[in-house]
C-alpha cells in the first residue's frame, strides 16, 4: 500500500471513530473533514509533504550520479504528486481487449488513410531514413502510428512529474527511480527543456513513445541539428530513432514481420510455439500454405503464431517479429504494427475470421486459470493474470490431457474445463 492510501484508511478510521464522540481528538475538528473532498485535500497536502521529502532524498542521489544542481533546480520546479497518473498505473492490469478489437482500432482506415497521408508529407524524410537504417518505412510509418496517431497524441504530462510521483509511489519505484535519472541526463545533454519533455502518464515520450532509458541508448540526431529531439511537431529525429532502435535490435531488411498462413486440416496445433521454429519449406511439408494457396518464400525460420487460438487467423512470424516484439512484447501490439504496415504499403486485410462474441476471460479469471493449472502440475510460474508463454504452454499440455485440440487459448471453456 502506498504512503497516500495508508493515509486515507488511517484517516478515514480517525474520523468514524470521532462521528460518536461528544470532543474532537486534537486538532482533526469534524468542522474540518466534513466531507470526503476536505479528506482528499487533507491527504493529497500530506502526500505532497511526503513527496517533497522525497524528492529532498532523490536530488542528493542524483547529484552523487552526476546530475548538476543547475539541471536538478530547473526539473523539479512546480513538481507536485500527480494522483492521475498514480490512478491510470493502478487501473492497468483489468484493462482487456480481444486481438480482434485492438485491430479494428489498430489497422481501422482511418489509421491507414492518415498513414498513406503522413508518408507522403514526409516522403523524403522516410526513403532517407529507410536508406541510412535498412528498416522498413513502412514498419517506421506503422510504430508512428499506433504510439502517437502519427504525431496527433504526443502526451501533454510532464514527464519528470510523472516519473518521480510513480517511483515515490512504489510499485515499480526501482524501474521508475531508473527512468527518473536517465529523464535528468536527457536534460543535462541538452536534448530538451523541462518544459518541452511531456510525454504519457507513464514516461514515454514523443512520436514513437521512447522510454528515458531506451532515448539514452538509441535515439539518434536525425536532422543534423546536434539534438535528439523526439518531442519537436517534426518528427524526423523520432522516426529515425525508431529505425535505429529497430536496427540495433536486428531487424533483416530482406524478411517481413509475419505472413497469414492457412493451416490443414489435422494440423497439430501443438507445434504452434514460438520456439518451434522451422523453414517456411518445412511448414510447408505439413500443408501450411499462404492465403494465396502458395508456398510461403524461404524468408528464414519461422513459427506459427495463434492469437485467437484455432478459432481465428494464423501467422508465419519470422525474426523481425520479435524485433517488433522489443518496442513492445504484446503479441497484439506486434501484429497491428505488422498488419498496419503492410496496409499501409497497399496489402491486403487479414483474411481470416474472427471468434467475434466471444466473451474473454478477466484479469481475475485468468488469474484462477493460472492457480488451478499450478495446482494440477501443469504451470510452474507466478499466478500473475498475464498469459505469456509458459502459460499457453501449461494449457496446451492441460488440454492434451483431456483430448481437446491443443491451441493454447484462454478461454471461457478452457476455465470450465480445469473447474
Known amino acids: ?42 491527504v493529497s497536502t500530506t502526500s505532497n509533504v511526503g513527496f517533497d521529502r522525497w524528492i529532498d532524498a532523490f536530488k542528493a542521489r542524483a547529484a552523487r550520479e552526476g546530475i548538476s544542481q543547475t539541471v536538478l533546480t530547473r526539473a523539479f520546479s512546480g513538481i507536485d504528486y500527480n494522483e492521475s497518473v498514480i490512478a491510470k498505473d493502478s487501473n492497468q492490469s483489468e484493462f482487456t481487449k480481444q486481438i480482434w478489437d485492438y485491430l479494428d482500432s489498430a489497422a481501422s482506415p482511418t489509421r491507414v488513410k492518415n498513414g498513406k497521408a503522413a508518408m507522403r508529407k514526409h516522403a523524403k524524410t522516410l526513403d532517407d531514413i529507410e536508406a541510412r537504417f535498412g528498416v522498413d518505412k513502412h514498419v517506421v510509418a506503422a510504430v508512428w502510428g499506433l504510439e502517437s496517431a502519427y504525431g496527433a497524441t504526443r502526451g501533454d504530462i510532464p514527464i519528470i512529474e510523472a516519473l518521480a510521483t510513480l517511483a515515490y509511489d512504489g510499485r515499480r519505484g526501482r524501474f521508475f527511480e531508473a527512468q527518473l535519472i536517465a529523464a535528468l541526463q536527457i536534460l543535462q545533454s541538452g536534448d530538451t527543456t523541462p518544459r518541452n519533455m511531456t510525454g504519457s502518464w507513464a514516461g514515454a515520450m514523443g512520436h514513437t513513445q521512447f ?106 512470424i519470422f525474426e523481425n517479429f520479435r524485433v517488433i516484439e522489443r518496442y ?86 478452457l476455465l470450465g474445463q480445469l473447474r
Open 211 to 316: 522510454i528515458p532509458t531506451s532515448f539514452l541508448a538509441f535515439a539518434v540526431d536525425g536532422d543534423g541539428d546536434g539534438k535528439r529531439d523526439i518531442w519537436s511537431d517534426d518528427p524526423t529525429d523520432a522516426l529515425a530513432s525508431t529505425a535505429a532502435y529497430l536496427a540495433r535490435h536486428g531487424w533483416n531488411k530482406n524478411q517481413p514481420w509475419g505472413v497469414e498462413v492457412r493451416l490443414p486440416r489435422g494440423f497439430d496445433y501443438s507445434s504452434a510455439r514460438r520456439e518451434n521454429m522451422r523453414a517456411p519449406s518445412d511448414w510447408g511439408s505439413t500443408g501450411v500454405v499462404g492465403m494465396n494457396g502458395q508456398p510461403v518464400p524461404n524468408y528464414g525460420a519461422a513459427s506459427i503464431l495463434l492469437p485467437a487460438g484455432a478459432q481465428g487467423a494464423a501467422f508465419m
Open 1 to 42: 500500500m502506498s504512503f497516500r492510501s495508508a493515509l486515507f484508511v488511517s484517516l478515514t478510521v480517525l474520523l468514524a471513530g470521532q462521528a460518536g464522540s461528544a470532543q474532537p481528538v486534537g486538532s482533526v475538528t469534524p468542522h474540518t473533514f466534513s466531507t470526503e473532498t476536505s479528506l482528499l485535500q487533507f
Open 328 to 413: 513492445n512484447k504484446a503479441d497484439a501490439y506486434v501484429i497491428g504494427v505488422g498488419h498496419l504496415s503492410d496496409l499501409l504499403k497497399g496489402g491486403d486485410p487479414i483474411q481470416a475470421s474472427w471468434p467475434r462474441g466471444y466473451n474473454p476471460l478477466s484479469f481475475n479469471e485468468k488469474k484462477q486459470m493460472q492457480r488451478i493449472l499450478k495446482r494440477k502440475g501443469f504451470l510452474d510460474d507466478k499466478v500473475d493474470g498475464i498469459i505469456g508463454p509458459n502459460s499457453i504452454n501449461a494449457i496446451r499440455d492441460f488440454q492434451r490431457s483431456i483430448g481437446v485440440t491443443p491451441d493454447g487459448y484462454p478461454s471461457q471453456t
